[in-house]
């Protein structure tokens, strides 16, 4: 099922700066890392006979899970007066509002795709239709209204 495209000129252009991430995402991986660090810490308080160090590689083991999860829920998307930020899992990359030529957020795609000037695509991982769709497209939308609002205008982007 494809979304329809919103006509030139409709689309919200929210104001400047703007944090894209997918927050219900994100407070799902916090919430389960913490549940699990809290399991794990009451196991080690109340299983006798383990010792010190025991108990505190239950706990650490709570943490490693947090740690990880909070690394999960790290991407994002910052759109400036000056470019867009894309934060992913392991990189960060910085982009001028030229360098984006266009906004791709597809049927099946687990997360935007930018459409860049030099001919590459780069996954944006904060605008993600995961668990809250219809909060994604609105914000490719907005994030689509920016780029048409300050980069070059070349390309319309897809649904």
Known sequence: MSTP??????????????TFRPARTR???????????????VIAILLE???TGERASFVLTGLLFLGVLAFLGRPK????????TVVNLAT???LEWAEIIKVNLR???PW?????????????MGIQPGI????????????????????????????
């Open 49 to 51: 006979g383990l010792g």
């Open 112 to 124: 935007v795709l930018l459409d860049l000037s030099d001919g590459t695509n780069l996954p944006a």
């Open 92 to 94: 960060t990359r910085r």
């Open 5 to 18: 495209a919103p006509q030139p000129g409709t689309e919200p252009c929210p104001d400047l700066p703007v």
């Open 132 to 159: 809250a769709k219809q909060r994604a497209i609105r914000d490719a939308r907005a994030l689509r209204a920016l780029v048409e609002r300050h980069g070059t205008g070349r390309g319309r982007a897809e649904d």
């Open 27 to 41: 407070i799902v991986l916090l919430a389960v890392g913490v549940a699990i660090l809290v399991t794990l810490t």
């Open 77 to 84: 998307v910052v759109a400036d007066t000056d470019g867009v």
């Open 107 to 109: 049927t099946g795609d």
